[in-house]
Each structure stands twice: as C-alpha cells, then as structure tokens.
T-cell receptor, first 113, second 112 residues
Framework: DTAVSQTPKYLVTQMGNDKSIKCEQN?????MYWYKQDSKKFLKIMFS???????INETVPNRFSPKSPDKAHLNLHINSLELGDSAVYFC????????????FGPGTRLLVL | QKEVEQDPGPLSVPEGAIVSLNCTYS??????FMWYRQYSRKGPELLMY????GNKEDGRFTAQVDKSSKYISLFIRDSQPSDSATYLC????????????FGDGTTLTVKP
C-alpha cells in the first residue's frame, strides 16, 4: 500500500506550458504539503493545507496554485512554466500540523525545456 | 543567516565506521527535531524523531539534541553501505509550528 503517492513521476515540458501534479495520501492525515527540492538537495516548503484549508503559503510565484479537493488530496497546478521551475516536487502529509513528522511521496521530477 | 545550518559534506567513510552528522540552529523556540534519510531518486523518510533535549537510540542510530547549544547530531554506529544516502535534519516549534525547517542535507557514502 502506497502511503503518499504522486503522479506523474516524471514530467518533461516546454517553457510557457501549464501542468499539474497530483498527490494522494491514504494515511488519514489532516495536513498535506508541497515541497520543492532543487539540484543541491535543498528542500523548501511551498504550501501546506490542513483539512482542505491553506495554512502555509511561502513566497512562491503566483503561477503556482495548490488545490485541495478533500483532505486526502493536494494538487499543484503550475502556469507558464519557466526554466527555473525544473526541480523535484515532493508531496508530504502529517497527522496534524505542529511538530508532526511528515511522510513523503516519491517525488515528481519536472524538467522544463 | 539560515535558521538551520547542516554540515555540508559530502562524507565518505569505510564500512563499520562511526558517522556523526550535525546541525545547528538559531531559533530557540524549536522543540521538535527530526532526521530524515533520502536515498537517491526517492522521497525523504523519517529516521529519528526527538522532542526537546536528550538522546534517543534506535538500533545503530542515536539522535542527540542539545538545546542549550542549539545543536543536534545523528550518530550511526557500524555504518553499512546501505546507509549511503543524504541525511536531512529538520526542526519545528514556536512560531514555526505547522512547518518543519530543513537543513540542506549531508550526503554520506559508506564504502565496503
């Protein structure tokens, strides 16, 4: 059973395109996150949702828009993709937000050409 | 200055060595301290979780937290080639409740 799953695993696209990444967790957790990991392995939080409500919105271009249809799903839509968006995007979940350990998905490797 | 600084590595050790991975932090409100292990092309997975100061042991792994010095460590005894991965420290608490702040990661290679 996959606890946190993401689709797609790989995404290669042209600059200017719009793309979405989907995430689902079957752990019954209340909180979900999106992280961006660059080539130097630095993991930076982008967004966090708790029970479908946005609770963390870091300094991220507004081309990135998260959407949580229910607490088991958190999707990430990216408009007008740029070269600098190339990275690995990880979805994660935790039981509750404060201080809770997080369970990560396998990542989506995005390459913008 | 970053809130969490992690020894950059990379680190290369022979099999059986004791490995010490370290992070320092500046936010005295941090209360929860975690170590994640990330294998190549995989997502991070939780390795150790500690609340406040003290030591925690799990098999070959020991996590230490010294809040007075704002310093945390992960020790790996009898290191194995399967321990080769990137190790990320993370912490949360205080005004950062609700999110974890990660270190940049230390890449460890254990040579057989």
């Amino acid at each position: 059973d996959t606890a946190v799953s993401q689709t797609p695993k790989y995404l290669v696209t042209q600059m200017g395109n719009d793309k979405s990444i989907k995430c689902e967790q079957n752990l019954g957790h209340d909180t979900m996150y999106w992280y961006k990991q660059d080539s130097k392995k630095f993991l930076k939080i982008m967004f966090s949702y708790n029970n479908k409500e946005l609770i963390i919105n870091e300094t991220v271009p507004n081309r990135f828009s998260p959407k949580s249809p229910d607490k088991a799903h958190l999707n990430l839509h990216i408009n007008s993709l740029e070269l600098g968006d190339s990275a690995v995007y990880f979805c994660a979940s935790s039981l509750r937000a404060p201080g809770e350990t997080q369970y990560f998905g396998p990542g989506t490797r995005l390459l913008v050409l | 200055q970053k809130e969490v600084e992690q020894d950059p590595g990379p680190l290369s050790v022979p099999e059986g060595a004791i490995v010490s991975l370290n992070c320092t932090y500046s936010n005295s409100a941090f209360q929860y301290f975690m170590w994640y292990r990330q294998y190549s092309r995989k997502g991070p997975e939780l390795l150790m979780y500690t609340y406040s100061s003290g030591n925690k042991e799990d098999g070959r792994f020991t996590a230490q937290v010294d809040k007075s010095s704002k310093y945390i460590s992960l020790f790996i005894r009898d290191s194995q080639p399967s321990d080769s991965a990137t190790y990320l420290c993370a912490m949360s608490g205080g005004t950062n409740a609700g999110k974890s702040t990660f270190g940049d990661g230390t890449t460890l290679t254990v040579k057989p």
